[in-house]
């Protein structure tokens, strides 16, 4: 393919260019086959380049360019640019004639990237506008830890994003996220590690947070196997906000106690903490020490908002164990302090829904282990208290697991985002009802949205 030579003509034509160029593939685009979409992968232009930070970043190109740029803000554990969520995502969007690109951020290191990510995407624009011309609309996408960068450019609107569309995003922040992890670290290790030292915070290594991951991991385990032991499992898992429906398996009835409570243990069973806390290493290191504590917390309090306390209180009941006595021995020896700059850093690097400067479609499973769903219900809060509410609109799939949407389901968002850009409202495109008639309507691979609100997120006041 020749090289593609800057485009020089007013942002004006271009718009008018790119609108017949839209309106001339819209009506095909649900009905390609999967051969059309590797044929547009194959022909489309794929650039790269580097930053002043030493960050990555690509970009791809389609020759049917229909003038809107996209920018991915890729999740935790990735080292190198990305430009979409997963590869046949990335197909469709070619397909349909959107450009896309992302970088890797700086993350020499740590992965934990919020330094530099929402400065290295907006350099990425601009790299990749000088190459291809200016877009006649910029979106931004992120998955994940990408999901709280994505909220960021929202808040910004940096790099001139006209909307954003997140994917399962960590959208409560850093400080939240490590807050609640903590407290169900904590109740794991101290109701059934008793006797033995178990290091939870301040990391020197991933190793270190490794070998607590799996610490945890044996000890749950072994709980495992008594209704003691379950009881307790129960309460660490409401604390961690962690669903009652894991994968491969059918959703537990109301009621069905101890159903829910196996679900949630396989969960654990599967290594979420040893992931966890591998992490944890990486953030503390990006924040310049340990930005969470349980000082000052009321387990019972704490407990008393989650939607999970009828499970603990059913288990401890069969179980024949003293709740009462489990919550007043975590509350009594709840130590653990926060270094105050780092949760100071935490809150200006890696927060977010302060405010929105544009458009915000997010969309969540319903039962995610890593980023809980109830994240949406925090960050929420925050933006309508910010008075920016009217801008952002969440979405639901009932489905197991962190960011298993299909295809379909993250197109028709994205379809549903642009339809806001164009009308200036969000009106019915957004709701639950339309997004699965346009994801079915795509003739991809299936679709779950459905109606849903998120219970509170369970976590502490924090001293």
Known sequence: ????????????????????????????????????????????????????????????????WNGTLIVFSHGFGARAAQNAPREAVRLRLLEEGYALT????????????????????????????????????????????????????????????????????LVAGANDLHGYQLDAEYTIARLLLPDTPVKLVDFASEAEGATTGQQLTDAVVAAQKTPEGRARIALAAAYLNLPAWAPGKDRPAAGDWEEQQAQQYDWFAQGILSRVEGARYHVEKALGGNNSGNKGIDYARLLSTSQHAPLVKALYREAGLDLRADLENLTANAKIKADPSAVATGERTSSAGQGLAVPLLDIHTTADDLVPVEQENRFADRVRASGDGPLLRQAYVERQGHCTFTTAETVSALHALESRLDTGRWGASATPGALQTAALALGLDGAAYVPYHPAELTIGRRL
């Open 102 to 169: 992302g970088s890797s951020y700086d993350v020499s290191e740590t992965l934990w990237g919020l330094e530099s990510a929402e400065r290295d995407q907006v350099a990425t624009i601009a790299a990749v506008t000088e190459k291809i011309g200016e877009p006649t609309r910029t979106l931004a996408m992120g998955q994940s830890m990408g999901g709280l960068v994505n909220a960021q450019l929202a808040r910004s609107g940096a790099g001139g994003i006209d909307g954003a569309l997140g994917l399962c995003g």
């Open 1 to 64: 393919m020749p090289a593609r030579t800057r485009r020089s003509t007013p942002r004006t034509l271009a718009a008018l260019a790119a609108a017949v160029v839209l309106s001339l593939t819209s009506a095909s685009v649900s009905t390609a086959s999967p051969q059309t979409a590797a044929t547009a992968a194959s022909t489309a232009e794929r650039l790269s380049g580097t930053l002043a930070d030493g960050a990555t970043w690509i970009a791809d190109v389609p020759e049917n």
